[in-house]
């Protein structure tokens, strides 16, 4: 066993050389800078300024809608975004780093890690981005359209935003071309694949971004050569001269003044407007950015930042404002209601047999019109001493240090059980507070107990048979039967699963996670209406998961980024129709 020793020393190396190696990653795709490069500096150094757009948070909406609204007949633009670039952090860049990025997530406001964790009221670990991209810089790549009903049910009854379908066509295609890749597939999304297949999930649909019913390949923002795309590489659209990004710049608030009664037009409409926003770089030091005639604010800060923000700027639940010291500029109960986490749960195995790393590729859908829950699958390689990060790719499965883990969960779609967010203090750079009342609904729970048998049937499909382990060779010195099982990390699911409702509802309720997909907050009909623009207050609109209560597919982020190119389109069209007015009166 001289071996051993050497063995493990090697591996301690390579573990002490994992920051040297993971800066080395950075590298690999040449010298060149990513194309976004060109229009981003840091906040710390910016001049007051005067722009026709001004848009808050570079997330996964806020991206591709900056850039539209910088492109062809679009205007000038300010796009402030409170983390950094994704070119800082090489963990971001590749599948590998997923894992890392997420164990090395900070709540505090002072870190710069790319992902901030945070908590919510009912108890679940989660985690917000915090980097130029938003959550496509840091999430699991997966890629896929909302089912064409999703369009239809989006913000309830008659206060439904009448997509146009070509558009939004066009807008995701726009998307794709640049980020949208077919993975390979292989090792445990393979097995996964047959096992759906075994399980009933059908038809096979084969490698598809569109949502249908049966068992699909999506698409994933990994490229062939296993690099992330992510929203951030869309600001490339831009028409150079346009676009300008401030990274760093934490917005503290929207500038809201009173709009001259003479110059309201009637009674109804908005008696105050956005005229700019304040923000904040690292060095703690205030800017304004101020708008031009005509122009607008858009808030893209995701289903946390966007409401904490309308909060912090005194648009909200006047009661709430004035216990927090905030001045009431608008009156918008909604604002911070409706928020919605879907559940996930799942079982991780320990496989017998070494697989590699995977995000979700493949998925089975049930049924398209979300009334199944969705099931998803991930293998990871993590440490297997706490004390260890986790590693990036150039960990092999068989290393001594580490071990793999795989997972198959289902999501609720929907869900029904609602919660809300509120701030706890009046400081911007903190985490409002947010309860999303997992499975307060019934409806949710049932929902859950069908998903988790679904996950439960997938796992004994005689295709998982090899990732189970030999177990209970031998009991109370007699040899007794060799079994074979999986070696199941966390919590187990009942034995009685396949008969008892009580039961499975227990492990949802006690194994309930997150798979990062909440929204709400700012829902279409309540906060913002049909075309996105913040009810009772001019030059400001809402654009991100923030607007839904619904969220749609199986994973957002294909429809979220459309939502920045379809609204940044529709904008540059209403900026066209101005001056045509203006021209011809
Ligand atoms: C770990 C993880 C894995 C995921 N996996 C997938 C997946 O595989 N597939 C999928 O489709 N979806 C996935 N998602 C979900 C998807 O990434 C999100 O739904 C999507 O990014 C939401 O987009 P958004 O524009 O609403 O918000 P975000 O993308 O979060 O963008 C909001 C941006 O605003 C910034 N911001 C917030 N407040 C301020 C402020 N005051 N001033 C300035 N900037 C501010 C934030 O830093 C952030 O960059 C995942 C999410 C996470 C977190
Ligand atoms: C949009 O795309 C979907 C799916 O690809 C298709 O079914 C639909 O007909 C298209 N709609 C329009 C208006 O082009
Ligand atoms: C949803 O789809 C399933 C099967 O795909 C079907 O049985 C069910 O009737 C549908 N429900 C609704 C409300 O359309
Ligand atoms: C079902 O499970 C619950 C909770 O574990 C248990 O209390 C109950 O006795 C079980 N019911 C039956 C019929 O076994």
């Known amino acids: 066993m001289a071996a051993a020793p050497a063995r493990l020393r090697f591996f301690l190396l390579l573990v002490a050389l994992l920051p040297s190696l993971a800066a080395a990653q950075s590298r690999p795709f040449g010298g060149a800078p990513p194309g976004y490069a060109r229009y981003v500096a840091d906040a710390a150094g910016e001049e007051q300024e005067e722009y026709d757009y001004i848009v808050v948070g570079g997330g996964a909406a806020g991206c591709p809608l900056a850039a539209t609204l910088a492109g062809p007949g679009g205007g000038r633009v300010l796009l402030l975004e409170r983390g950094g670039a994704p070119s800082e952090f090489p963990a971001l860049a590749t599948a590998g780093g997923f894992v890392r990025t997420l164990a090395l997530a900070d709540p505090s406001p002072e870190s710069d890690a790319p992902a901030q964790a945070f908590s919510s009221e009912d108890g679940v670990a989660n985690v917000r981005a915090r980097v130029l991209g938003g959550g496509t810089a840091i999430n699991a790549g997966f890629y896929s359209r909302a089912h064409p009903s999703w369009f239809q049910g989006q913000g309830e009854g008659a206060e439904v935003t009448d997509w146009d379908m070509r558009l939004v066509n066009a807008s995701y295609e726009w998307v794709e071309q640049e980020l949208a890749f077919q993975p390979e597939v292989h090792g445990w999304q393979a097995a996964v694949r047959a096992a759906l297949l075994e399980a009933n999930v059908t038809p096979w649909n084969g490698f598809t971004v569109e949502h249908v019913t049966g068992t699909k390949i999506g698409a994933t923002t990994f490229d062939a050569s296993g690099r992330r795309h992510s929203a951030a590489d869309l600001l490339a659209f831009a028409r150079p001269g346009r676009l300008h990004v401030a990274i760093r710049a934490t917005v503290t608030r929207i500038i809201i003044n009173p709009i001259d009664p003479a110059a ?79 559940p996930r749960n799942g079982i991780s195995i320990i496989p017998s047999v070494p697989i590699d790393h995977s995000l979700i590729q493949v998925v089975g859908i049930p049924s ?89 049937q997938v796992l004994r499909s005689r295709t998982m048979d090899i990732f189970r382990s030999t177990v209970g060779s031998s009991s109370q010195g007699r040899r007794g039967p060799v079994r074979r099982d999986f070696r199941i990390v966390g919590a187990t699911l009942p034995v009685d699963w396949s008969t008892n409702n009580t039961a499975v509802a227990d492990f949802c309720r006690r194994t309930v996670t997150t798979l990062w997909h909440y929204h709400g907050g700012c829902v279409v009909g309540k906060v913002v209406d049909r075309d996105f623009r913040v009810i009772g207050t001019r030059a400001l609109r809402v654009v991100d998961g923030s607007t839904f209560s619904v969220t749609p597919g199986t994973n957002p982020q294909a429809t979220v980024m459309m939502m920045g190119r379809y609204v940044g389109q529709k904008m540059v069209g209403e900026r066209h129709s101005r001056r045509q007015a203006n021209i011809s009166s």
């Open 264 to 342: 309201r037009r009637g009674r109804s409409r908005p008696a105050v407007a956005a005229v700019g926003v304040v923000y904040q770089d690292r060095l703690l030091q205030q800017h304004h950015a101020l708008l031009r005639p005509g122009g607008e604010v858009i808030l893209s800060a995701g289903a946390l930042g966007s409401p904490q923000l309308l909060l912090l700027s005194g648009i909200g639940p006047a009661s709430d404002l004035t216990s927090l010291g905030i001045p009431n500029s608008a009156d918008a109960p909604d604002v911070g209601k409706h928020m919605f986490d879907n």
């Open 368 to 456: 398209a019109n979300g009334t199944a829950s969705y099931l998803e699958a991930a293998s990871y390689i993590v440490p297997l001493a706490p004390m260890l990060r986790p590693a990036g790719p150039f960990i092999s499965p068989s290393s001594p240090l580490y071990v793999t883990m795989a997972t198959i969960m289902e999501k609720v779609p929907g869900p029904l059980s609602e919660g809300s967010l509120w701030l706890s203090s009046p400081n911007p750079l903190e985490t409002p507070a947010v309860r999303f009342n997992y499975f307060s609904r019934p409806e949710d729970l049932a929902q859950c107990v069908v998903g988790v048998r679904r996950v439960a």
